[in-house]
């Protein structure tokens, strides 16, 4: 309750502050009486505002803080107040930066602004009004913006209504840096006593124990808590991306594991821009923000899929500049600093590169149905109060050194693993990496939990995580540049997309050359392919630019297909066949599927020319480390290049 002094028939009383817009006698305010200041005065039938005991008003309303809030950033500091304008009929909220209460005219034109014709004010009176103001105002809290999270030392955890350190939840209202932004997601805890809390454990085990899928979304809800101890330490931080068909329970299950920080009742949406999430998912610092609705339909153009794609690389990277440009200037979004959950019916990223960088798990069937879900809907409110106590079992019992440790535990261990399946690859690490954050989340999680998982349950859960990241590894590779290129190129030669014209016809067309991705020659029931790889690039990307494009540039493409020993020297692009025609391309020694060769032979029992040319010349060449020598185009070369190969060997 806040009193104050004011004059009543000459006399000093204290009185309700809050009660005295209600009443019916004038109050004046006592400060400075003497000095006939300009005061504010507050009474009933249309007795507001500020001006002289028993004289003139300047204005028809009065201005009471409730407090200031100062936020320092890198670049700026800044203090503003916050409260509220009364007249005798409305009350507006305001946040007033402390600049506009240093300039008369910028002050006027905030009032205005905010209140509109709501307000009268005397322009005589403006300077003198706003030291009114302030000093009348002098006992107000003054605050100091928390980032949403973890504070830089990793000591305590700030929510807008709570404090969580080592050893108290702390009930108390702090700002939040940039909490507009995401004040509509109602983020904050619950505070549950012991019963409750242990209700809440064994609930959530019981329905995590009901698939692996469950348990691993559960766990990833608490990798926002675990990833700043290992920030600085670890390759990048995974997002999590849920794909399944409409009505499977994927969006109900993102929305499970955002209630661990606050209400959520909707979740961010794919429809939005990416730079508008970015700016929301920059305030989500340290909580996870759960992205919906990623499908291919959404993605409008190219622009949108390149948008989206740099959203998702750069949250796990924690920078604005996309690896896609060449630019050096960073984008004018803030970095993400929340963990990315997101679900969608399609998997939108055709980057092998931006899929390294996820957790990507695929969910076939519904899980629940709809009265168990809605019955799990109702106890996830109470999801938020698990987490301070979660924060509470790290700040106690972990340090940043021994989570590091845990983490190379873990990535050493599926290395090895990997090794024993011979998995390989530029992303590799990337899997590794995922692997690992996800697994010292849940190792600190289960031990969180206690004996409320079984032994063999965990083990279990640690044997599906590594099955699930060698899927991950497996989707990537398919993913990989050279891999799609190869893909839709023997797909759309198949279904005449793409054409190949052959060498010894008599009877041409009307197309060109520039109409043909290739040509081609049989001899003897054996087929030899000219690929023109530049121009086949263009066209499948062309064909593909409503669907994501292969990201690739010719040069790089070409290189990669040299050293598979899918082509011969890049350096050397034509070719002459048997009838002395030359043309631009390059002989595929890759293998080229039956199924093609028929389609374009027409004949099944036409086969692919110098099958084992490329594996013998290949085999050769990395065993030797020979990267400079020229390759063959036809089997009488060939006997000559192998015998050349041998001798220099020698």
């Known amino acids: 309750m806040k009193m104050k002094k004011v004059l ?35 009474g009933s039938n249309g007795i507001i505002g500020y001006g002289f005991p028993g004289g003139k008003l300047y204005t028809n309303f009065i201005i009471e803080f409730d407090d200031s809030v100062y936020t320092e950033t890198k670049n700026s500091a800044k203090r503003i107040f916050r409260g509220n304008i009364k007249t005798n009929e409305n009350t507006f909220d305001v946040e007033i930066p402390a600049e506009v209460l240093c300039n008369a005219s910028e002050f006027k034109k905030y009032l ?41 030392e990793l000591t305590c955890y700030y929510t807008p209504n709570h404090i ?21 997601y109602k983020i904050g805890f619950k505070l549950l006593s012991q019963d409750e809390f242990e209700e809440i454990k064994t609930f959530l085990v019981e329905i995590m124990n009901r698939d692996f899928i469950l348990q691993l979304s559960f766990i990833f809800s608490m990798l926002p808590i675990i990833y700043p101890f290992l920030r600085g330490h670890v390759k990048n931080r995974p997002f999590y991306y849920l794909i399944g068909p ?8 993102i929305r499970w594991m955002s209630k661990f920080y606050g209400e959520f009742n909707h979740l961010l949406s794919i429809t939005s821009t990416a730079t508008a999430l970015s700016i929301i998912a920059n305030s989500m610092k340290d909580i996870t923000t759960p992205v919906d609705d990623l499908k291919q339909e959404n993605l409008i153009n190219d622009y949108s899929q390149k948008s989206f794609q740099t959203f998702f690389q750069t949250s796990a990277d924690e920078h604005t500049r996309s690896r896609a440009t060449t630019s050096l200037e960073k984008a004018d979004e803030k970095p ?68 590091r440790e845990r983490y190379n535990m873990f990535i050493k261990e599926f290395r090895a693993y990997c090794e024993e399946l011979g998995l390989t690859g530029s992303n590799l690490e990337r ?14 999680f289960f031990e969180f939990m206690s004996e409320e998982f079984e032994e063999y349950q965990r083990e279990l859960f640690f044997y599906n995580l590594k099955e699930l990241m060698v899927e991950n590894y497996e989707l990537i590779e398919e993913y990989k540049p050279e891999v799609l290129f190869e893909k839709y190129l023997w797909e759309l030669i198949e279904n005449k997309i793409l054409v190949l014209r052959d060498v010894d016809s008599e009877f041409g067309d009307s197309r060109s050359a520039r109409d043909y991705v290739g040509e081609f020659q049989i001899i003897d029931n054996k087929i030899t392919v000219v690929i023109k790889i530049s121009m086949a690039l263009k066209e499948i990307n062309n064909y593909l630019r409503n669907q994501g494009t292969v990201k690739i540039s010719n040069s790089t493409l070409l290189s990669i297909l040299h050293k598979a020993g899918k082509i011969g020297d890049p350096k050397k692009d034509r070719y002459t066949f048997t009838n002395g025609r030359q043309t631009r391309g390059f002989v595929w020694r890759g293998e080229i599927p039956a199924e093609v060769i028929e389609k374009i032979s027409g004949n099944k029992n036409v086969v692919q020319s110098k099958s084992d040319l490329s594996s013998n010349i290949f085999s050769i060449r990395s065993k030797y480390k020979i990267t400079d020598s020229d390759e063959p185009n036809n089997y009488e070369e060939f006997s000559k290049y192998e015998e050349e190969l041998e001798a220099r060997l020698s």
């Open 336 to 403: 993400v600093q929340g963990v990315i959950v997101s679900c969608g019916e399609d998997l939108i990223f055709t980057e092998a590169s931006t899929i390294a960088r996820g957790i990507i798990v695929r969910l076939d069937t519904r899980l629940f149905q709809p009265e168990e879900m809605a019955n799990i809907e109702q106890i996830a409110s109470d999801f938020s109060g698990l987490t301070p106590r979660f924060i509470q079992h790290v700040l106690n019992f972990y340090t940043k050194e021994n989570i």
């Open 246 to 253: 409409s009505g499977s329970g994927k969006t109900t299950i």
């Open 164 to 184: 969580v350190t080592s050893s108290e939840i702390i009930s108390v209202k702090t700002p939040i840096l940039n909490e507009n932004t995401i004040k509509e």
């Open 112 to 152: 205005l602004t905010r209140c509109g014709s709501k307000i009268i004010i005397d322009d005589i009176a403006i300077n003198k009004l706003i030291k009114v103001i302030l000093k009348h105002n002098m006992d107000i809290p003054n605050l100091e913006t928390k980032p949403l999270g973890w504070n830089e």
């Open 431 to 444: 899997v590794h990496n995922n692997f690992s954050v996800v697994a010292v989340t849940a190792s600190i």
């Open 8 to 42: 009543l028939n000459n006399q000093q009383v204290d009185v309700n502050q809050d009660e005295l817009v209600d009443t019916q006698t004038q109050f004046v305010i006592v400060e400075n009486v003497d000095d006939k200041e300009i005061l504010p005065i507050i």
